[in-house]
């Protein structure tokens, strides 16, 4: 098993690109989360899903768009880079509770 | 609204001395407290967790308490080795079901 795998590891963006995120898990949980990881801000909540097709927006949802077509793939969006979005970018998933983590992908926004 | 407070920030012990990292969260609904290590350049790993209807659990060098009156949990580290050294976060879930996660706290273990 793979796990919960991320796709790119890096990515360098100029303000106003787009880009698409790609989350990937094989163990079929239901749940999966999109985090944004800050020097001292801890891990804060983007956007979630709770099953295929469904979607919902957690603490920090401006400015990202998600989409879950399929149980195991969950996609974050920018669809208008901003320099504030430089971050590292953390997927989960859980079957309840307990939440597992992708590698994590590096933005920099310039 | 839902908060974690985690404390201290920076941590940083001898070889072999015990290490505590304190957190407190605001709703008092909150059932489950997971506790999070991660690695410089690495994804946060589970390394213990506990429900609202435990006091304390234990594994090997690593513990965790929680008081629910108090609506805080802690987590010890024992005989704390080098390869302890990481950020430790802490989380709760409270009513509305998604996981907050505390600041965060630097531990640093010196040989």
């Known amino acids: 098993n793979a796990g919960v795998t991320q796709t790119p590891k890096f990515r360098v963006l100029k303000t106003g690109q787009s880009m698409t995120l790609l989350c990937a898990q094989d163990m079929n949980h239901e749940y999966m989360y999109w985090y944004r990881q800050d020097p001292g801000m801890g891990l804060r909540l983007i956007h979630y899903s709770v099953g295929e097709g469904t979607t919902a927006k957690g603490e920090v949802p401006d400015g990202y768009n998600v989409s879950r077509l399929k149980k195991q793939n969950f996609l974050l969006g920018l669809e208008s880079a901003a320099p504030s979005q430089t971050s590292v970018y953390f997927c989960?998933?859980?079957?309840?509770?307990?939440?597992?983590f992708g590698p994590g992908t590096r933005l920099l926004v310039l | 609204g839902e908060n974690v407070e985690q404390h201290p920030s920076t941590l940083s012990v001898q070889e072999g001395d015990s290490a505590v990292i304190k957190c407190t969260y605001s709703?008092?609904?909150?059932?489950?407290f997971p506790w999070y290590k991660q690695e410089l350049g690495k994804r946060p790993q589970l390394i213990i967790d506990?429900?609202?209807?435990?006091g304390e659990k234990k594994d090997q060098r690593i513990a965790v308490t929680l008081n629910k009156t108090a609506k805080h949990f802690s987590l010890h580290i024992t005989e704390t080795q080098p390869e302890d050294s990481a950020v430790y976060f802490c989380?709760?879930?409270?009513?509305?079901?998604?996981?907050?996660f505390g600041q965060g706290t630097e531990l640093s273990v010196k040989p």
């Open positions: 989960a998933s859980s079957f309840k509770e307990t939440q597992y």
């Open positions: 989380a709760a879930t409270p009513r509305s079901g998604k996981l907050i």
């Open positions: 506990i429900r609202s209807n435990v």
């Open positions: 709703d008092s609904a909150s059932n489950y």
